[in-house]
């Protein structure tokens, strides 16, 4: 089965453009990362850039619109994910709880659907 | 009952603990048993205490003390020591003292050695798939039975006689070097290859595919490409795998019949995997002065890979393939698929030319794919009655279910329509 661990940086939110983590922290999340590699579990990986620098589509009354960042209205951001391959969602969350992950972080575990479109 | 959060720290940690506990003892049924000691002791502890911050070095510290204590007071342990020449307490105090030291390279070196040692030649095929689903894969006794429909007693028992020969046949505890691996890894990639076929294309049985199987296979392989990521062949194999699985949900139809290559919808091919697995493939071609004969296998499906539509196969650079793969390592199934890549690129008289020469291999009686192929190349010609009788005798010949409705469906619908 396959999961996304999404990962959720408080304030993240409110980064400005170009918010870049702390080298040191970078280091350690790689180590993480060669971790989940090692064990063959590592489908995919990404980091994105602070919403600032996004854009929402929205679809109300079936009319796209679009709107600039930062979205004063977001609560909680998406910084990066894992995809990863486990054999159960208990394996999923050891994964998770082993991230090098700060106070201000959360990591939302999600099963991806098996067959896309079904 | 083992709780789902323990049994998934097991899955993740078990191999690590047994490689690392492997190193100190030499002999992998006993570390298997250290290994359930530490095991057991979580189930004691965990449930009342919780599972600990770094729940892996937890394991691993209680399984290298217990083989520590053993390595002092066994005298079995110690006499094969002393003809190895070591001294175990000497190798016990160097291990306390390194306990905290250690590095995760050493801990990959102890997997590398565990994977070299459950795959020795010394084993039977059969044997080294079981011990390196048992003690790489995390799998239990009772899924591997369940997934080479054995039974449980059947699998316990060739689990305990290869650990048995392992010992008997003092084979040691190591990674081999140099000209020596080359010829070893053949024999680790050939395990775990056979663990993913068995999982595509199930030889017996109902299910024409078990996810689960290739999903464990492709883990040991990218685990494996991880720790000996200078073997190009490695990453051939991880790549032929990667992108086989690509097609996994493209390959079975709503009733659970298998649909072949060609006729798949390409929209469901997973482009992930795909991707994974041309870079494999591109790692696999960078190292390798020659391509070996999973590289050249993982190139060819690579080229279904990248074809947008089925008429769009590169046929000829397939042909081409085939004939590289067949100058390396000759065989009548390598012949087979070439005669149907040569049919696609240069049309059905000249594959079945070859074809009819294959015939008569004796190596290919009893090997349903032939009188398949054939079947297909003479409908292909508008001779339907020949083609009708060749699915009709690849049917008695499978032992597939799903296969062998496919193969009577087609000879049933010929027979109805010649003109199909």
Same mark, same amino acid.
């Given at each position: 089965?396959?999961?996304?661990?999404?990962?959720?940086?408080?304030?993240?939110?409110?980064?400005?453009?170009?918010?870049?983590?702390?080298?040191?922290?970078?280091?350690? !999340?790689m180590?993480?990362?060669? $971790? =989940?590699?090692?064990? #063959?579990?590592?489908?995919?990986?990404? #980091?994105?850039?602070?919403?600032?620098?996004?854009?929402?589509?929205?679809?109300? *009354?079936?009319?796209?619109?679009?709107?600039?960042?930062?979205?004063?209205?977001?609560?909680? &951001?998406? #910084? *990066?994910y894992?995809?990863?391959? &486990?054999?159960?969602?208990?394996e999923?969350?050891?994964?998770?709880?082993?991230?090098?992950?700060?106070?201000? $972080?959360?990591?939302?575990?999600?099963?991806?659907?098996?067959?896309?479109?079904? | 009952?083992?709780?789902?959060?323990? $049994?998934?720290?097991?899955?993740? $940690?078990?191999?690590?603990?047994?490689?690392?506990?492997?190193?100190?003892?030499?002999?992998?049924?006993?570390?298997?048993? =250290?290994?359930?000691?530490?095991?057991?002791?979580?189930?004691? /502890?965990?449930?009342?205490?919780?599972?600990?911050?770094?729940p892996?070095?937890?394991?691993?510290a209680?399984?290298?003390?217990?083989?520590?204590?053993?390595?002092?007071w066994?005298?079995?342990? +110690?006499?094969?020591? /002393?003809?190895?020449?070591?001294?175990?307490?000497?190798?016990?105090?160097?291990?306390?003292?390194?306990?905290?030291s250690?590095?995760?390279?050493?801990?990959?070196?102890?997997?590398?050695?565990?994977?070299?040692?459950?795959?020795h030649?010394?084993?039977s095929?059969?044997?080294?798939?079981?011990?390196?689903?048992?003690?790489?894969?995390?799998?239990?006794?009772?899924?591997?039975a369940?997934?080479?429909?054995?039974?449980?007693?059947?699998?316990? /028992?060739?689990?305990?006689?290869?650990?048995?020969?392992?010992?008997?046949?003092?084979?040691?505890?190591?990674?081999?070097?140099?000209?020596?691996?080359?010829?070893?890894?053949?024999?680790?990639? +050939?395990?775990i290859?056979?663990?993913?076929?068995?999982?595509?294309?199930?030889?017996? #049985?109902?299910?024409?595919?078990?996810?689960?199987?290739?999903?464990?296979?492709?883990?040991?392989?990218?685990?494996?490409?991880?720790?000996a990521?200078?073997?190009?062949? &490695?990453?051939?194999?991880v790549?032929l795998?990667?992108?086989?699985?690509?097609?996994?949900?493209?390959?079975?139809?709503?009733?659970?019949?298998?649909?072949?290559?060609?006729?798949?919808?390409?929209?469901?091919?997973?482009?992930?995997?795909?991707r994974? *697995?041309?870079?494999?493939?591109?790692r696999?071609?960078?190292?390798?002065?020659?391509?070996?004969p999973?590289?050249?296998?993982?190139?060819?499906? %690579?080229?279904?890979?990248?074809?947008?539509?089925?008429?769009?196969?590169?046929?000829?650079?397939?042909?081409?393939?085939?004939?590289?793969?067949?100058?390396?390592s000759?065989?009548?199934?390598v012949?087979?698929?070439?005669?149907?890549?040569?049919?696609?690129?240069?049309?059905? %008289?000249?594959?079945?030319?070859?074809?009819?020469?294959?015939?008569?291999?004796?190596?290919?009686?009893?090997?349903?794919?032939?009188? %398949?192929?054939?079947?297909?190349?003479?409908?292909k =010609?508008?001779?339907?009655?020949?083609a &009708? %009788?060749?699915?009709?005798?690849?049917?008695? !010949?499978?032992?597939?279910?799903?296969?062998?409705d496919?193969?009577?469906?087609?000879?049933?619908?010929?027979?109805?329509?010649?003109?199909?």
């Amino acid at each position: 089965m396959r999961f996304m661990m999404i990962m959720i940086p408080g304030g993240y939110e409110k980064a400005s453009p170009g918010t870049m983590p702390d080298p040191e922290r970078v280091a350690e !999340m790689m180590k993480y990362n060669d $971790e =989940l590699r090692k064990a #063959g579990v590592l489908l995919a990986l990404d #980091g994105l850039h602070p919403p600032s620098t996004g854009v929402r589509v929205s679809f109300k *009354g079936g009319m796209p619109a679009v709107k600039d960042g930062p979205f004063a209205e977001a609560k909680e &951001v998406v #910084g *990066g994910y894992w995809l990863i391959q &486990v054999k159960s969602k208990e394996e999923a969350v050891e994964w998770a709880k082993r991230c090098p992950a700060s106070d201000n $972080e959360v990591i939302e575990v999600r099963q991806v659907h098996d067959f896309p479109g079904d | 009952m083992i709780s789902p959060a323990i $049994e998934a720290v097991w899955r993740i $940690e078990s191999a690590r603990v047994i490689a690392g506990v492997a190193r100190i003892v030499r002999d992998l049924g006993l570390a298997e048993d =250290l290994a359930n000691d530490a095991l057991i002791a979580a189930l004691e /502890q965990w449930p009342t205490e919780g599972i600990p911050r770094n729940p892996g070095a937890w394991l691993m510290a209680i399984a290298r003390r217990r083989a520590i204590d053993l390595l002092r007071w066994n005298k079995r342990t +110690e006499r094969k020591h /002393q003809e190895y020449g070591w001294n175990s307490s000497a190798i016990a105090e160097d291990y306390v003292a390194n306990l905290n030291s250690r590095m995760d390279d050493e801990i990959g070196d102890d997997l590398l050695r565990l994977i070299f040692t459950a795959c020795h030649p010394v084993l039977s095929t059969e044997a080294r798939v079981a011990l390196t689903l048992r003690l790489l894969g995390g799998l239990s006794t009772a899924e591997i039975a369940r997934a080479f429909l054995s039974s449980e007693p059947a699998i316990a /028992q060739r689990i305990v006689r290869a650990k048995r020969t392992l010992a008997e046949a003092s084979v040691p505890f190591e990674a081999p070097r140099g000209l020596e691996l080359t010829a070893r890894l053949a024999s680790v990639l +050939e395990v775990i290859y056979l663990i993913f076929n068995e999982g595509y294309t199930a030889a017996a #049985g109902d299910d024409w595919l078990r996810p689960a199987l290739c999903d464990d296979a492709l883990r040991l392989g990218r685990i494996l490409a991880e720790l000996a990521s200078s073997e190009p062949e &490695v990453h051939g194999l991880v790549a032929l795998m990667e992108i086989q699985s690509s097609r996994s949900r493209a390959r079975i139809g709503p009733s659970g019949e298998p649909i072949l290559l060609l006729e798949q919808n390409r929209g469901l091919w997973d482009q992930l995997l795909i991707r994974r *697995g041309l870079a494999s493939l591109e790692r696999a071609e960078r190292l390798a002065a020659n391509r070996g004969p999973y590289t050249l296998q993982a190139a060819i499906a %690579s080229c279904h890979a990248c074809a947008v539509t089925a008429d769009e196969t590169d046929w000829r650079r397939i042909v081409g393939l085939y004939a590289d793969l067949a100058a390396i390592s000759p065989s009548p199934v390598v012949d087979l698929n070439r005669a149907v890549a040569v049919s696609m690129a240069y049309g059905p %008289s000249a594959g079945l030319e070859l074809i009819d020469q294959l015939c008569s291999d004796h190596r290919l009686i009893g090997y349903h794919l032939l009188p %398949s192929v054939r079947g297909d190349l003479l409908a292909k =010609l508008g001779r339907a009655n020949e083609a &009708v %009788s060749e699915f009709a005798r690849a049917a008695s !010949m499978t032992r597939n279910t799903r296969e062998r409705d496919l193969l009577l469906d087609r000879a049933r619908r010929l027979s109805e329509s010649p003109r199909l």
